[in-house]
């Protein structure tokens, strides 16, 4: 199995996810990973570094690539597997996070097999929440992984210590 050749692991400032749309477990469309890759990136948007995300890199390292994600577009072979999967997911982060936290946002794609996208995440000027229905959810990036801060006196606390509210 081919381990991603970057010479970094998961650390505070980047993060692996084998895919956005495509649930390895039960092997259907879902959205789960999007979910994933959505609340990392507000975490990392919400971080005072910000950080990378690699799509199409499991956790152990081992590339599992963008194919089946690609699978899941119904306009495959109409435009560029790339465009789509860039199109989605431009369109995730505006839908859920907004127009200002997808202007901290860019991705490429890396090609070596298997493709991969590396999504870099500047820290934001101002906090980031997602939007989930009526819910507004803070995520904040730790060493280990992203959290969801779900009690308001501490989101309030965090943001006065990021932000100076």
Do not use: C
Not at 37 to 53: P, Q, R, S, V, Y
Not at 89 to 106: E, F, K, T, Y
Not at 132 to 140: A, H, L, R
Request: glycine share 8%; proline share 4%.
């Amino acid at each position: 199995m081919r381990k991603w050749s970057g010479p970094d692991r998961e650390s505070l400032y980047l993060e692996y996810k084998s895919t956005l749309r495509w649930d390895i477990k039960q092997q259907v469309k879902s959205k789960i990973p999007e979910d994933a890759a959505i609340k990392t990136i507000a975490g990392f948007a919400n971080a005072e570094h910000g950080g990378t995300l690699l799509i199409g890199v499991a956790d152990d390292g081992s590339v599992y690539g963008l194919e089946n994600d690609y699978a899941t577009f119904s306009k495959r072979g109409e435009r560029g597997e790339q465009d789509l999967w860039g199109q989605h997911l431009q369109n995730l982060i505006r839908s859920r996070l907004g127009d200002a936290a997808l202007a901290l946002v860019s991705w490429e794609f890396h090609t070596n097999g298997d493709d991969l996208a590396r999504v870099n995440i500047e820290p934001a000027d101002f906090p980031i929440l997602e939007r989930k229905g009526d819910d507004e959810v803070f995520w904040q990036r730790t060493p280990v992984s992203t959290i969801a801060v779900t009690d308001p006196v501490d989101r309030d606390r965090i943001i006065a210590r990021r932000w100076g509210r």
